[in-house]
């Protein structure tokens, strides 16, 4: 056994190493990834260490064998909308690409911690999307029926059904009575910074180099290639450039001389006070504009919807948490004893028709992955996988129909019912 | 809360009354232009993070269409202009400029 397999053995995480360490004071324990300096080339740069960014860089070295990689950070790793989302997994999108990748970074959660060694606590524990109106209940049997054609597995539910399987939701009305829902039984929710660890300890762990508090400040050419980047820390050569920065996506590709179809609005979530476990599902209510979990904490997690100007300040507008909140207390009255603990926002990048963009771009050696807009941290492991072939290969059956080019071609991958506000 | 002053009505008005609509001043491309024309008018935004010029609806107000100058990275208002205007006027120019000194 080589040095470093030894290594990666007595670092793995199990109830044997919890059993040793108790036995010696839990100093045994290494750094999950180091603290990695800038080196001066590499094979492959990934711009924004957020889950999008550490699971392309995870999939390159797992799947590719590309491990002279680095992910480089303006902030801290896991800071941006990685960790200020509402943690909701599901697949029950209407069009064919989006099934593919979106059910295949679903299946991906269900062996994640298993694959990274990192509890990331997915919960799979069902997602049900409320029919509230009669428009609703025909675009979600249709997306039903859609799923079943693509092997997503999921059904149409009746009220009664809706009630049996979360009672503290009144499904009277008068205002919104719930109609019926879309349900996933295998979708949940998993521990949103976990995920992004779990993906950096994994990275490490083969040798990449995370570098955090290291901003892009611009991208090098050389005949319509890209041969670098200039960065905080110095310049950095690199063959490939990864760009996966989320909101920051326009401010990015700006720099390295192209513009997106994206533009950058604010979404928000907040959260209650703890209290005892009262609902095991996921609920979703896109009439309202409003979704609903309860945390292992106990707190109830809810997102609202976006605001509809262009903004960069991760904050948004008091009076769409106030829509939010107006509207989930008919649905929920139990929420209406709740006092709330903390409210959010985070610049998400939204499309002209709510699907993502990974794909080549005018510069070459570019690769660009963006647009998840208000449903990113599901695509996580997917978009990972997917972008790690398109990066690797210059091509992935994935990724094919979410070129930035589909726009001029008029082939759009509408998902607006399936993604225009929750997530 | 966004608070903006609608050209037309001379008044404060929330956000809670206004309808955003986007980037401004885009340059319309009909009938003949090429696909890279079409798409950036329709698609292609500059979404800057900084100055941007957009598009209001005062719509539960006058219902007019005016524009305004924002920070989208600190939320400053620069100020709002007819939307009868095909670039930035220079009262408006002269305010950023003011703003960033």
Redesign the interface.
Known sequence: MDTSAKRSLLKRYSAFAVAREAFRQHTGWTRAWGQAEPKSQYDVIVVGAGGHGLATAYYLGKNFGITNVAVLEKGWLGGGNTGRNTTIIRSNYLQDPSAAIYEKSRSLYETMSQDLNYNVMFSPRGVMMLAQTQHEIRGYQRTAHANSLQGVTTEWISPERVKELCPIMNIDGPRYPVLGALWQARGGTARHDAVAWGYARACADMGMDIIQQCEVTGVQTNGGKVTGVSTTRGDIKCNKLAMVVAG?A??LAQKAGF??????VALQALVSEPIKPCMDVVVMANTVHGYLSQSDKGEMVIGGGT???????QRG???HIEETVRALVETFPILGRLKMLRQWGGIVDVT?DRSPILSATPVEGVFVNCGWGTGGFKAIPGSGWAMAELVAKGHSPLTEEFTMHR??HGKFIDESVAAGVAH | ??ILNCPYCGRDVD??DL??G??AHLKRFGPGSS??E???Y????????GV?F?RWRHVYGCGKWFLAA?N????QVYGTYSAQTTEPPQHILDAIKEAQA
């Open positions: 920051h326009s401010v513009q997106l179809p994206i533009e950058s605001d509809g100007y262009n903004n960069y300040t507008s008091f009076h002209g726009f001029r | 809360m966004l956000e809670t309808h955003a986007g980037e696909d890279d079409f798409e950036h329709l698609f292609m935004r500059e979404n800057p993070k941007h957009e924002r989208t990275a600190t939320l």
